[in-house]
């Protein structure tokens, strides 16, 4: 079988398994066991495509344009691996923090499905099964969401799955009018045959559907209520995997299909910058505006989806790489901050930063491990978060667009406020029941392993960046020349 | 609900939903339809049912968990689909045996994409039953 459906195997035999097993208390060890090997093959997939060259496997033998290609390219094969490793952190974490009902309900067996989903989304080389990998995720990430829980969090989840359905109807309408188009759906051979079309009214259409669906999916301005609604009610575990992931499926479409399949008109890139420079604006005024740890860490999630958009609307090479700069840093650093904010729940006794504190005193190795990934967020050298929010600087003033240069170093400044709001509150003053209330509440070993390498992880890529930056700086060169992937998608013989 | 026309009608909905949902299963072959929109349809057929009657009544009438539903029609998709490469090809390449072939005809055609659209079809309705049924419980 093709490395490049390893990935995509592996989470639905694992969830498959885990739902066998899920009386029996050893689905949890099957999770992190799949997670696990989902992580290594996905370091083998990016092994291979390190050199530039870019793997396809088509389905069932049909050859492409005809039958479903699935496609690892830089791209994909790094969102690839980052889900594995977000997907091992949480795995192990949920160890200790799923209880026995959930898991009883099927929650691990749920959560290798969600992986699935995103795998599937991240390696697809065809518009439509793009479509059904969105299906698989977010009837998974539903079901998650619901499980075991009560009024709160099926307030919380019915808008995001309202709106996810509207983002779906967009989505399937701008399928339709590009089948009618081309009449065709892989990605490869759309950018062939779209090359060769003149701009028409149904194309702009078709742009402006797709920037909809997937702009509801990513959560940015003015689409993105639905995400503080529903990230800060489930399991720890779950909000985690949310915050790290689901987002960045929608912000991965965007930049698939915009450079991919076709680029970006100036008008729509227009829009979609002054899109991204508020969303950057305000999700970080609404987190200022919040008092629980994971409704201003959900607010951050908003404002950080902006620079990612920002790299894309920007349209220049460097402005790429510092969006796939900004994806994978902030993947790490998002699930790492809502494990922590498991744990500041957990010692303390509460989400609400006016009913906690203490925690510097009793924990000072979690205070660091906080501190790491929140300044990481806010872009402090040497971490990782600075790179990607340099590169993206750079890339606007090269554009001389100072505007969003501006914003980006602004926004960077507010980001820091909202940190130091929850290391001042959580972490610095006393508990407001006295610092005995902390007293004899132990972090287990399944918490400080994924929040450590996390913190690790942000460390790394900030003191090495030129490994990852080469990485970021092919994979853009193959999103903007894609002649090589519909080389390897179509064979020699494009139709 | 509380209203006997619903319920009488519920009752005829039920029967011709889960027909049609079979019918679009095997349509889908060579026709739009297939496992999925079939697994939807069948799903409709139950939701209607459960707001004639009860969440019980609902489990009663399905027989199975319908999560043991959708977990076996996700095993059986993913074996239809790994059995490609087991005996050499690709993943999700066709597999056929026609029983009773004559010289003149192929005979009676088993396939593993049929299979795969079973599975997809349970998947869907074990999945979108145990999911509403779930939202149920806590209104």
Not at chain 1, 99 to 111: D, E, I, T, V
Not at chain 1, 233 to 241: C, D, E, Q, R
Not at chain 2, 32 to 61: Q, R
Request: some cysteine; hydrophobic content about 55%.
């Amino acid at each position: 079988m093709s490395p490049v459906l390893w990935p995509l195997v592996i989470p639905f035999v694992g969830a498959i398994l885990c739902f066998m097993t899920r009386h029996t208390g050893i689905d949890r060890w099957i999770s992190v066991a799949a997670a696990l090997a989902h992580t290594v093959v996905s370091i083998l997939l990016v092994v291979e495509v390190a050199d530039g060259s870019i793997l396809a496997v088509q389905l069932g033998d049909w050859p492409a344009p005809f039958g479903i290609s699935m496609v690892a390219d830089g791209l994909g094969a790094a969102m690839t691996l980052i889900t594995g490793i977000t997907g091992l952190a949480v795995a192990v974490y949920s160890i200790s923090d799923v209880g026995q009902r959930a898991a009883f309900s099927g929650f691990h067996s749920l959560f290798q499905m969600l992986l699935a989903g995103v795998t599937g989304a991240f390696l697809t080389g065809d518009l439509f099964n793009l479509y059904v990998w969105f299906e698989v995720m977010l009837i998974s990430s539903f079901g998650l969401l619901v499980l075991n829980k009560g009024r709160d969090t099926l307030r919380g989840a019915m808008p995001y799955v309202a709106l996810n359905l509207i983002s779906t109807i967009f989505f399937l309408t701008a399928v339709g009018l590009l089948y009618g188009l081309t009449g065709s759906l892989n990605m490869a051979h759309l950018r062939v045959t779209l090359d060769g079309l003149e701009p028409s009214m149904t194309l702009s259409w078709v742009t402006l559907l797709l920037l909809l669906a997937f702009g509801i999916k990513s959560a940015v301005f003015p689409l993105f209520f639905w995400l503080p609604a529903a990230y800060h009610t489930p399991a720890f575990s779950v909000s985690a995997i949310f915050a790290g992931l689901l987002t960045k499926v929608g912000v991965y479409a965007l930049i698939r299909t915009f450079t991919t399949i076709m680029p970006l008109e100036p008008l729509f890139a227009d829009i979609l910058l002054w899109c991204a420079l508020l969303t950057m604006f305000v999700g970080v005024i609404g987190a200022a505006a919040q008092q629980e740890v994971r409704q201003i860490l959900s607010f951050h999630i908003v404002s950080q989806i902006g620079y990612m958009v920002l790299g894309l609307a920007l349209n220049s090479r460097l402005a790429l790489i510092g969006a796939m700069f900004y994806l994978i840093h902030h993947i790490i650093v998002k699930a790492n901050l809502f494990l922590v904010a498991g744990v500041i729940h957990r010692v303390t006794g509460g989400s609400q930063l006016k009913s906690i504190g203490g925690l510097y005193a009793a924990q000072p190795i979690l205070a660091i491990l906080f501190l790491i990934p929140a300044f990481s967020l806010a872009g402090f050298p040497p971490l990782s978060g600075f790179w990607a929010k340099y590169v993206l600087i750079q890339a606007s003033m090269e554009l001389s667009d100072w505007i969003a240069a501006g914003t980006a170093l602004l926004v960077g400044l507010l980001t820091i406020y909202s940190m130091t709001k929850i290391w001042g509150e959580a972490f610095w003053k006393p508990h407001p029941a006295g610092d005995d209330a902390l007293h004899g509440k132990g972090i287990a070993w399944s918490a400080w392993v994924p929040i450590g390498t996390l913190a690790a992880l942000t460390v790394i890529i900030g003191l090495f960046p030129s490994p990852f930056y080469a990485f970021a700086e092919m994979s853009a060169q193959s999103l903007l020349d894609p002649s090589g992937y519909i080389e390897a998608v179509l064979g020699g013989s494009a139709p | 609900m509380n209203s006997l026309i619903y319920k009488v009608g519920a009752n005829l909905l039920f029967g011709i939903l889960l027909v049609f949902s079979i019918f679009m299963l095997l349509r889908g072959h060579n026709e739009p339809g297939g496992g999925f929109i079939g697994g939807l349809i069948g799903a409709v057929a139950f939701i209607v049912y459960k707001m004639s009657e009860n969440i019980a009544a609902t489990k009663k009438v399905l027989r199975v968990n319908p999560e043991h539903l959708a977990v076996f029609g996700l095993t059986i998709a993913l074996a239809a689909g790994l059995m490609g490469p087991a005996l050499g090809e690709g993943v999700f390449a066709g597999q056929w045996l026609f029983v009773g072939g004559t010289e003149d005809t192929k005979g009676w055609p088993i396939s593993s994409v049929l299979l795969f659209d079973i599975g997809v079809y349970l998947t869907v309705l074990g999945a979108i039953v145990a999911l509403v049924l779930e939202m149920e419980r806590h209104l």
